[in-house]
């Protein structure tokens, strides 16, 4: 796997306040996404890195920023959490395009 | 447009019973890849499988096999002789980076119970 570390794990924060999730991999692959799971919806992509500082959307990034200023790193970061991004967010590396992506573990996020 | 559908939701099966799972893919792209990926109740994403468009060979590990059929745009999963452990969460997926995107396109899953 890609030693991919995910932190926090949990979380629980209030509406409107700014929320970041990081994401930590140790084989430095140029690929990096941010899913989130939510039931019958599968695992949507929210952002996506090809190389460092070179990101693009996914199909529901509305609301979700991200940076990536190390190839190790990559940051989601909530502006102003709403209840609607309560959510288990997972992140995501892979060596090229063409090969498979490994996952962290997930983090849980829960905005009341 | 590309797309992944996973349309069975929920299967349940008896211990020993064979079960496939499907998956129909959408794309435009003449090179493209299929994953599928397992969800066990843990919640962790493991990786099971990568084909590309140019492999229509099947391939079996051990109780697992993968039916690729490009002429249905079909990348089903079977499982021989389900045990307990096997349930899980299965997601196909499918990227085309000769499209100039490097995304991952997931299906909605396909959520299996193995009934001991």
């Known amino acids: 796997d890609a030693g991919i570390t995910q932190s926090p794990r949990h979380k629980v924060t209030e509406t409107g306040t700014p929320v970041t999730l990081r994401c930590h991999q140790t084989?430095?692959?140029?690929?990096m996404y941010w899913y989130r799971q939510d039931p019958g919806h599968g695992l949507r992509l929210i952002h996506y890195?090809?190389?460092?500082?070179?990101?693009d959307k996914g199909e529901v990034s509305d609301g979700y920023s991200v940076s990536r200023s190390k190839t190790e790193d990559f940051l989601l970061t909530l502006e102003s959490a709403t209840s609607s991004q309560t959510s288990v967010y997972f992140c995501?590396?892979?060596?090229?395009?063409?090969?498979?992506?490994?996952f962290g573990q997930g983090t849980r996020l829960t905005v009341v | 447009a590309q797309k992944v559908t996973q349309a069975q939701t929920e299967i349940s099966v008896v211990e020993k019973e064979d079960v496939t799972l499907d998956c129909v893919y959408e794309t435009r792209d003449t090179t493209y890849y299929l994953f599928w990926y397992k969800q066990p109740p843990s919640g962790e994403l493991v990786f099971l499988i990568r084909?590309?468009?140019?492999?229509?060979q099947n391939e079996i590990s051990g109780r697992y096999s993968w039916n690729f059929q490009k002429s249905t745009s079909s990348f089903n999963f079977t499982i021989t002789a389900s045990q307990v452990v096997d349930s899980a969460v299965y997601f196909c997926a499918l990227s085309n980076p000769d499209s100039g995107t490097y995304k991952y396109i997931f299906g909605t899953g396909t959520r299996l119970k193995v009934l001991a």
């Open positions: 084909r590309n468009s140019f492999d229509e």
């Open positions: 890195s090809y190389g460092v500082k070179d990101t």
């Open positions: 084989e430095n692959h140029r690929y």
């Open positions: 995501a590396a892979a060596r090229d395009s063409n090969t498979e992506a490994f």
